[in-house]
Antibody, heavy 122, light 111 residues
Framework: QVQLQESGPGLVKPSETLSLTCTVS?????????WGWIRQTPGRGLEWIGS???????YYNSSLKSRVSISVDTSNNQFSLKLSSVTATDTAVYYC???????????????WGQGTLVTVSS | QSALTQPASVSGSPGQSITVSCTGT?????????VSWYQQRPGKAPKLMIY???KRPSGVSNRFSGSKSGNTASLTISGLQTEDEADYYC???????????FGGGTKLTVL
């Protein structure tokens, strides 16, 4: 059974960098597929942030691209998100998720983490 | 404001059928047969219910079905059950620049 679990600080100060890690169990990241980050707010709903392929190729939401970095650590079966220069509008529940495809069949998010609330506040 | 348009709420009685619409554009829903639907219960992560417009993942009830016509996708739930009460979100692949867009969500109430 594939499981994903987000971890990281629940409170980040404005202008600082938000850092989250997703630990995957039940599936080896190095075996394939894409691994993504999605956030959810009451006002803006669900928003895809970006994804990484197991080889390290990255894909980012154009509206966040200048502030986002996603990396993968296959030895620990984890991938991570960094979002810089955060403001209150980055307050959201952040999810990590797997998607088998990117532009072809199975371009959908089939396994999700439970989500973690990150609040941006001084 | 979400890129895909869904009704804010729908309701139905147990045993009835309901349909949730998801309207996009020729750049997303209309261009790709890559629409997915997610069920989200309060405090939980979204759960994939439909992918590639009309395919069901293993374990999802066949009461859930999806379709698409032009720029509008639809999720139909037949034989409504109280456990179906949740928020439902559509999502579409939108090309190699935008990648994914989501709908704003529809709250299903089973009366």
């Amino acid at each position: 059974q594939v499981q994903l679990q987000e971890s990281g600080p629940g409170l980040v100060k404005p202008s600082e960098t938000l850092s989250l890690t997703c630990t995957v169990s039940g599936y080896s990241i190095s075996s394939g597929y894409y691994w993504g980050w999605i956030r959810q707010t009451p006002g803006r709903g669900l928003e895809w942030i970006g994804s990484i392929y197991h080889t390290g190729n990255t894909y980012y939401n154009s509206s966040l691209k200048s502030r986002v970095s996603i990396s993968v650590d296959t030895s620990n079966n984890q991938f991570s998100l960094k979002l810089s220069s955060v403001t209150a509008t980055d307050t959201a529940v952040y999810y990590c998720a797997r998607h088998p495809g990117l532009g072809g069949s199975y371009s959908s998010f089939d396994y999700w983490g439970q989500g973690t609330l990150v609040t941006v506040s001084s | 404001q979400s890129a895909l348009t869904q009704p804010a709420s729908v309701s139905g009685s147990p045993g009835q059928s309901i349909t949730v619409s998801c309207t996009g554009t020729s750049s997303d829903v209309g261009s790709y047969n890559l629409v997915s639907w997610y069920q989200q219960r309060p405090g939980k992560a979204p759960k994939l219910m439909i992918y590639d417009v009309s395919k069901r993942p293993s374990g999802v009830s066949n009461r859930f079905s999806g379709s698409k016509s032009g720029n509008t996708a639809s999720l139909t739930i037949s034989g409504l059950q109280t456990e179906d009460e949740a928020d439902y979100y559509c999502c579409s692949y939108a090309g190699s620049s935008t990648f994914w867009v989501f709908g704003g969500g529809t709250k299903l109430t089973v009366l």
